[in-house]
């Protein structure tokens, strides 16, 4: 109603383990999501605010990266674990609001009073770990 949004595009990408001697195939996640909000209303921080600091603003963001599980067989056997390993990037942005009736934030809040108002850095997320066997979809 606001003209906010939603998209992405996911990709899972797999070695089919027929015919060879894995019994399961790593597999692959590839994605992307955008959001864009329209408007976020703000009245200040902590809890002296009051309607009269109410403000708006716009805020996108977009989620981009790939996550891997790959199964460890010991001996040629049936796997017991498997390592996960993942690696996204984020990438925010904050607008001045676009309502008519209600204050941009810019018009009434600084960096010191809205942080992140005149910079949004974008920042890298590494994770990893270990599944065990039959605790994981992806180990069968």
Known sequence: MN???????????????GGNRYHTAPLFYLYSQSISL??????????ATTPLTHTTFGSSANITGADAIVPVSLNNKVPKFAIVAELNGRFPSVRPG?????????SLFTESTA??????????????????????????
Do not use: C
């Open 115 to 140: 942080p992140g108002l005149s910079r949004q850095p974008i920042f890298v997320e590494p994770s990893e770990g270990l599944r065990l066997a039959g605790v994981s979809h992806g180990l069968r």
């Open 3 to 17: 003209s906010s949004w939603r998209a992405g595009g996911y990709m899972k990408a797999f070695k089919l383990a």
């Open 98 to 106: 676009v309502e008519t009736n209600i204050p941009s934030i810019n």
């Open 38 to 47: 329209n408007r976020v209303d703000y009245f200040g921080l902590g809890p």
